[in-house]
């Protein structure tokens, strides 16, 4: 993925998940109840659940558990997290949507 596409309304740097990044991926996280993006290079074998959780510690997200949340790829739910987020259907370049799972009251 470019430089251009990963600084595309995202934070500035990139998440790193694992430890070999020689055969990674990068994706986009969204969270739109913060008006966020965050670009997140995962080395081969990522769990979504994995990715979930480095991505709610760099939102800053400590008030909730992870699964309170739930992860979207291409609209649709990633309903098991324990696949790597390539067999999930990633690519690079992909962006998964991270949103509570239950509605909250806008204040």
Do not use: C
């Amino acid at each position: 993925m470019s430089a251009a596409v990963n600084a595309l309304r995202a934070r500035p740097g990139i998440v790193a998940v694992g430890t070999d990044l020689s055969h990674a991926i990068t994706v986009r996280v969204q969270m739109p109840e913060l008006w966020q993006t965050i670009a997140m290079k995962l080395a081969e074998g990522t769990t979504v659940l994995a990715m979930k959780k480095a991505a709610l510690e760099a939102f800053g997200e400590h008030a909730h558990a992870a699964d309170e949340f739930v992860v979207k790829l291409r609209g649709w739910e990633v309903h098991e997290e324990a696949l790597p987020v390539t067999t999930a259907g990633a690519k690079e370049g992909s962006t998964f949507l991270l949103s509570y799972r239950q509605r909250r009251p806008v204040r």
